[in-house]
T-cell receptor
Framework: LAKTTQPISMDSYEGQEVNITCSHN???????ITWYQQFPSQGPRFIIQ???TKVTNEVASLFIPADRKSSTLSLPRVSLSDTAVYYC????????????FGSGTRLLVRP | GAVVSQHPSRVICKSGTSVKIECRSL??????MFWYRQFPKQSLMLMAT?????????EQGVEKDKFLINHASLTLSTLTVTSAHPEDSSFYIC??????????????FGSGTQLSVL
């Protein structure tokens, strides 16, 4: 499984756009990139998943460059409730897939 | 959307007792479930992979006799912490894999169980 590297923490203010970048230099051809959000004392929650280029849903966008060695989770206009830990995971979506979590990025949104 | 129910959400027990944690997939069948533990301010650590109808696969360093996993049906996996000790106190999280044929659509997580061993 490709190892991921993320910033340990980030600070932001309400209303700003937050971009969290994840490095995965050893990503394999059949690996997908998935981002999860975790609040204290809760299980992780799926945010977004992609393979290449750009993916957008109602809560976030995911930008993946052509070489796929990194990805950026973009959260538009964050609010206090977006304060959480964000995990970037990389792996194949087949029967052997098991999620191995890295250290994650602790995002603090200030008023 | 798919929901994974984990119970109990919090348990306090005496040292030496056993504790069972249940993980249910409510609206889909999960042939595979995963169990994680998480210490404060740390990431999730995969403990084991639970496969319906077969023995669980444990990650290196996880004692299989200490953490008993049973996946007797397509919607239920249980983790039993046997003879619990204070160092077993942690946040335990399960996840269930929803598959479409050979490919995984998504992994869904339970809300976690906070175990405190006195």
């Amino acid at each position: 499984l490709a190892k991921t590297t993320q910033p340990i923490s980030m600070d932001s203010y309400e209303g700003q756009e937050v971009n969290i970048t994840c490095s995965h230099n050893n990503i394999a051809t059949n690996d997908y990139i998935t981002w999860y959000q975790q609040f204290p004392s809760q299980g992780p929650r799926f945010i977004i998943q992609g393979y290449k280029t750009k993916v957008t849903n109602e809560v976030a966008s995911l930008f993946i460059p052509a070489d796929r060695k990194s990805s950026t989770l973009s959260l538009p206009r964050v609010s206090l409730s977006d304060t959480a830990v964000y995990y970037c995971l990389v792996g194949p979506l087949d029967s052997s897939y098991k999620l191995i979590f890295g250290s994650g990025t602790r995002l603090l949104v200030r008023p | 959307g798919a929901v994974v129910s984990q119970h109990p959400s919090r348990v306090i027990c005496k040292s030496g007792t056993s504790v069972k944690i249940e993980c249910r997939s409510l609206d889909f069948q999960a042939t595979t479930m995963f169990w994680y533990r998480q210490f404060p301010k740390q990431s999730l650590m995969l403990m084991a992979t639970s496969n319906e109808g077969s023995k669980a696969t444990y990650e290196q360093g996880v004692e299989k006799d200490k953490f008993l996993i049973n996946h007797a049906s397509l919607t239920l996996s249980t983790l039993t912490v046997t003879s619990a000790h204070p160092e077993d106190s942690s946040f335990y999280i399960c996840s269930a894999k929803r598959s479409s044929g050979r490919f995984i659509e998504k992994l869904f997580f339970g809300s976690g169980t906070q175990l405190s061993v006195l």
